[in-house]
C-alpha cells in the first residue's frame, strides 16, 4: 500500500520561503501528486498538482524528482494566513487516495 | 458557482442511533467522495460515487453506506453508531474525465458529528 510521510509540523517567519516535502515510495507508475492545504473547522483546498519535474502556479511550486518517490512543496514568502496543515496526496497501486499525516505549518509575524 | 456543500453543519446523535449527512457536489461534477477526519488526523477516504453506484471503498465497516442520486448529490449513512464514529464527515466532489490519476477534489466544509 502507498504510504506518505511528511514532518508533522514547521515553524516559518512571515516573507520567508517554506519547502515541505513528502515522501511517496510507493506511487502508482501513472498516478499524480497533489498537494491540499486545510484550515481548522474547513475541507481541504487544492494548492497544486504534478507528475513529474516542476509545476508552478500562483501559489505554489511543486517539485518531483526523477524516481517520484518524494515531492517538495515550495511556499514563497509566507504570510501569516498561510498558517493551515498540508497535506500530499497519492493514490496507492490499488487506486484509493491516501492522505498523508500532514505538516503543520506555523507562520510567525 | 456554488462549491460543495453539506448539511447539517453539526449533528450530536447517541450510541446506537443511525445518522444520515447530505452533500451537493460543485455545479458540473459528477463523482463525489466521502472522507471521515478525526481531531488531528489527515482524512480517512469512506468510499466514492459515480453514476449513482459506489466505485471504491475505503476500510469501513458495512455501517457506513452511502447513495447518490440522479442529480449527483449523495447521502452518507452511518448505522449503529460508536462514540469512535465521532468526525468531521467531508464530502468531496470531482469530475469524471476518464483518469482517475490526476483527480481534483473540492471539499465541503463538512459536518461535525458527535456521538455521545
Redesign the interface.
Known sequence: LAKTTQPISMDSYEGQEVNITCSHNNIATNDYITWYQQFPSQGPRFIIQGYKTKVTNEVASLFIPADRKSSTLSLPRVSLSDTAVYYCLVRNQGGKLIFGQGTELSVKP | DAG?TQSPTHLIKTRGQQVTLRCSPKSGHDTV?W?QQALG?????IFQYYEEEER?R?NFPDRFSGHQFPNYSSELNVNALLLGDSA?Y???SSLWTGV???????????T?LSVL
Open positions: 460543495v467522495s472522507y488526523q489527515g482524512p480517512q477516504f471504491q475505503g468531521l467531508l464530502c468531496a482517475s490519476t490526476n483527480e481534483k477534489l473540492f471539499f465541503g466544509s463538512g461535525q
